[in-house]
């Protein structure tokens, strides 16, 4: 990432600009809300935005994740280079699910199926790495990694 | 409340029901607006105008109520300003925005003052007028940046920090009008202005520096608790400011810059709704005393000034935004935002109710705001292609002398 710039803007926020090696120019808007704003600038007209993405916080931090440098990804690469062989796998928890609404610790997960649970996804909400007390809530993205015949109980057993 | 008690139930019955009505209609007209993209102030000022004074519809029995209400309106758009920047935010627009504010004061201000002088308004009319053209209705700006998807734009910083330093004037502009609108000799007056912008100068400082502290007292955990004791807190200072005769509003606009924090933004989350409702009672009593038959003397003056300073916001928003290195396509949209008018030219205007200034102020403020509140957003959605003031100069220069047309271009260029 090249140089990043700030701006601020008062009574909204402030704004980030940084160009990429392509030279793209990219611009990020931090609300007081928490809210953001990916703006993406025009070439022709460079003080403008070609197209600009809102972003709600819990949305901000999902796209965070996606990029790269967060906790989520980080776990899922220390993961990934500890067994070779190993697969990632996201499911949803669906309504009847025989672990629907049940903890990772009274659904002895580990035991049951061998894999481990890297994170919980939540109405946007992440809880990287849960522990015993973690919930797989209806609806919910799971993300697990382990061996395929584990992973392929865990599917059974979060769906419906 | 007592008053309306005391009057007896069929009183409050019907007092019940003309809010409602009025209330209901302000609702129609702002979800109206909303639908088509515009501020509802344009609305709530023509529909005040057509059922005024002689129009259709009187209001007899929750008058007291509103003027009460219309009064605590401008209060809370003051307060909610206020709350808008931080302090740091506004020491900030000083020091890198006072070239453009100067620029914007210079080139907004003086149409409103001279135009008030030509119209035989006197010193303070023309004052008054000055104030309604110079201000850009904040509220209609910033709106315009979020729907437009231009806060990300590098001309936008330029705009508001336009608007932050005209808070900053208003800041002033506001304790002056007040003492002058009391009256009384020129010595006493210029005591009591002085008095004044002292008061407001070192409250100022206080509420940027002690921000933390007031904040931390009034924190609750409780919204109820906190809504209550902020509301309180305004229409105390508030009272004290009228008390010195510095100007309810300002009393308001000072305890939204000493919030600070997670309080200032909870309260801008409870007392903003509160704000729309009050404010929309102030602007439509503004529009209901205006007499109807008063409007089409002031129209042709209205549009005229409309035009005027529609093209100097404009080239103050080139100019602001030429300032950060922005090219001609981006001067052109930061000048475009800055066109309207709305909510601060209109409590500009009703501060003169009652008092000796000429009365065509209310008709001509609220035209005004009417023609720009409406042509400001348009202008900058669309954008279209707006001469600059220097080349009409040289366009005029040529049109006067045409004879000499060339050595008139050679002489301005």
């Given at each position: 990432?090249?140089?990043?710039?700030?701006?601020?803007?008062?009574?909204?926020?402030?704004?980030?600009?940084?160009?990429?090696?392509?030279?793209?120019?990219?611009?990020?808007?931090?609300?007081?809300?928490?809210?953001?704003?990916?703006?993406?600038?025009?070439?022709?007209?460079?003080?403008?935005?070609?197209?600009?993405?809102?972003?709600?916080?819990?949305?901000?931090?999902?796209?965070?994740?996606?990029?790269?440098?967060?906790?989520?990804?980080?776990?899922?690469?220390?993961?990934?280079?500890?067994?070779?062989?190993?697969?990632?796998?996201?499911?949803?928890?669906?309504?009847?699910?025989?672990?629907?609404?049940?903890?990772?610790?009274?659904?002895?997960?580990?035991?049951?199926?061998?894999?481990?649970?890297?994170?919980?996804?939540?109405?946007?909400?992440?809880?990287?790495?849960?522990?015993?007390?973690?919930?797989?809530?209806?609806?919910?993205?799971?993300?697990?990694?382990?061996?395929?015949?584990?992973?392929?109980?865990?599917?059974?057993?979060?769906?419906? | 409340?007592?008053?309306?008690?005391?009057?007896?139930?069929?009183?409050?019955?019907?007092?019940?029901?003309?809010?409602?009505?009025?209330?209901?209609?302000?609702?129609?007209?702002?979800?109206?607006?909303?639908?088509?993209?515009?501020?509802?102030?344009?609305?709530?000022?023509?529909?005040?105008?057509?059922?005024?004074?002689?129009?259709?519809?009187?209001?007899?029995?929750?008058?007291?109520?509103?003027?009460?209400?219309?009064?605590?309106?401008?209060?809370?758009?003051?307060?909610?300003?206020?709350?808008?920047?931080?302090?740091?935010?506004?020491?900030?627009?000083?020091?890198?925005?006072?070239?453009?504010?100067?620029?914007?004061?210079?080139?907004?201000?003086?149409?409103?003052?001279?135009?008030?002088?030509?119209?035989?308004?006197?010193?303070?009319?023309?004052?008054?007028?000055?104030?309604?053209?110079?201000?850009?209705?904040?509220?209609?700006?910033?709106?315009?940046?979020?729907?437009?998807?231009?806060?990300?734009?590098?001309?936008?910083?330029?705009?508001?920090?336009?608007?932050?330093?005209?808070?900053?004037?208003?800041?002033?502009?506001?304790?002056?009008?007040?003492?002058?609108?009391?009256?009384?000799?020129?010595?006493?007056?210029?005591?009591?202005?002085?008095?004044?912008?002292?008061?407001?100068?070192?409250?100022?400082?206080?509420?940027?520096?002690?921000?933390?502290?007031?904040?931390?007292?009034?924190?609750?955990?409780?919204?109820?608790?906190?809504?209550?004791?902020?509301?309180?807190?305004?229409?105390?200072?508030?009272?004290?400011?009228?008390?010195?005769?510095?100007?309810?509003?300002?009393?308001?606009?000072?305890?939204?810059?000493?919030?600070?924090?997670?309080?200032?933004?909870?309260?801008?989350?409870?007392?903003?709704?509160?704000?729309?409702?009050?404010?929309?009672?102030?602007?439509?009593?503004?529009?209901?005393?205006?007499?109807?038959?008063?409007?089409?003397?002031?129209?042709?003056?209205?549009?005229?000034?409309?035009?005027?300073?529609?093209?100097?916001?404009?080239?103050?928003?080139?100019?602001?935004?030429?300032?950060?290195?922005?090219?001609?396509?981006g001067r052109d949209r930061a000048g475009m935002a800055l066109v309207a008018r709305g909510e601060f030219s209109i409590v500009i205007a009703g501060?003169?109710?009652?008092?000796?200034?000429?009365?065509?102020?209310?008709?001509?403020?609220?035209?005004?705001?009417?023609?720009?509140?409406?042509?400001?957003?348009?202008?900058?959605?669309?954008?279209?292609?707006?001469?600059?003031?220097?080349?009409?100069?040289?366009?005029?220069?040529?049109?006067?002398?045409?004879?000499?047309?060339?050595?008139?271009?050679?002489?301005?260029?």
């Open positions: 990432m090249g140089r990043v710039s700030e701006s601020e803007l008062p009574g909204v926020g402030a704004r980030f600009d940084f160009s990429t090696d392509d030279g793209e120019q990219l611009g990020v808007v931090v609300h007081r809300s928490g809210r953001r704003d990916v703006a993406f600038y025009d070439t022709d007209d460079p003080d403008a935005c070609r197209a600009v993405v809102h972003l709600e916080e819990h949305e901000a931090r999902d796209l965070a994740e996606l990029l790269g440098g967060s906790r989520l990804s980080e776990e899922v690469a220390r993961l990934r280079h500890q067994v070779a062989g190993i697969t990632l796998d996201w499911l949803t928890v669906e309504a009847g699910a025989p672990w629907a609404g049940s903890t990772i610790g009274d659904a002895e997960v580990r035991s049951e199926t061998g894999v481990s649970i890297v994170a919980i996804i939540s109405d946007g909400a992440t809880s990287p790495s849960p522990g015993p007390e973690g919930v797989f809530g209806i609806g919910d993205t799971v993300i697990a990694i382990g061996m395929p015949d584990g992973l392929e109980v865990l599917a059974a057993r979060l769906s419906g | 409340m007592f008053v309306i008690l005391a009057a007896g139930s069929s009183d409050v019955a019907m007092a019940f029901i003309e809010l409602g009505a009025l209330v209901i209609g302000l609702g129609v007209l702002a979800r109206l607006s909303h639908r088509v993209g515009l501020s509802p102030i344009p609305a709530y000022l023509a529909a005040g105008l057509i059922f005024g004074t002689g129009g259709l519809a009187q209001i007899n029995f929750a008058d007291d109520f509103i003027d009460l209400a219309s009064e605590i309106g401008v209060l809370l758009l003051l307060f909610v300003l206020g709350l808008e920047y931080t302090g740091a935010e506004l020491t900030d627009g000083l020091r890198k925005g006072w070239r453009s504010g100067c620029v914007d004061l210079a080139l907004n201000f003086t149409p409103g003052l001279v135009a008030g002088l030509l119209l035989g308004w006197g010193p303070l009319g023309a004052l008054m007028l000055a104030g309604v053209t110079y201000i850009s209705s904040s509220g209609v700006v910033s709106k315009l940046l979020g729907d437009l998807d231009r806060m990300a734009n590098r001309e936008t910083p330029s705009v508001l920090t336009i608007l932050v330093f005209e808070d900053l004037v208003m800041a002033a502009y506001l304790p002056v009008l007040g003492v002058l609108l009391v009256g009384g000799s020129v010595v006493s007056g210029a005591i009591s202005v002085g008095v004044a912008l002292s008061v407001t100068a070192l409250v100022l400082v206080l509420a940027i520096r002690m921000g933390g502290p007031i904040s931390a007292l009034l924190s609750a955990r409780s919204d109820e608790a906190l809504l209550l004791s902020v509301m309180g807190l305004i229409l105390v200072v508030g009272g004290l400011a009228q008390r010195v005769q510095v100007s309810a509003a300002i009393g308001a606009f000072l305890v939204g810059i000493a919030l600070s924090g997670e309080v200032r933004e909870r309260a801008e989350d409870l007392l903003t709704p509160l704000r729309d409702l009050f404010a929309a009672l102030f602007f439509v009593l503004f529009s209901l005393r205006i007499d109807p038959g008063d409007l089409p003397p002031v129209l042709v003056a209205a549009a005229l000034l409309a035009g005027i300073t529609a093209l100097t916001k404009i080239a103050t928003g080139r100019f602001a935004a030429r300032q950060l290195g922005v090219g001609p396509r501060l003169a109710a009652g008092t000796v200034v000429d009365s065509a102020l209310a008709p001509t403020a609220a035209a005004y705001v009417l023609i720009l509140a409406v042509v400001g957003p348009l202008l900058a959605r669309f954008n279209p292609p707006v001469p600059s003031l220097d080349s009409m100069r040289r366009r005029l220069a040529r049109w006067r002398s045409p004879d000499r047309a060339v050595a008139g271009g050679d002489a301005s260029a």
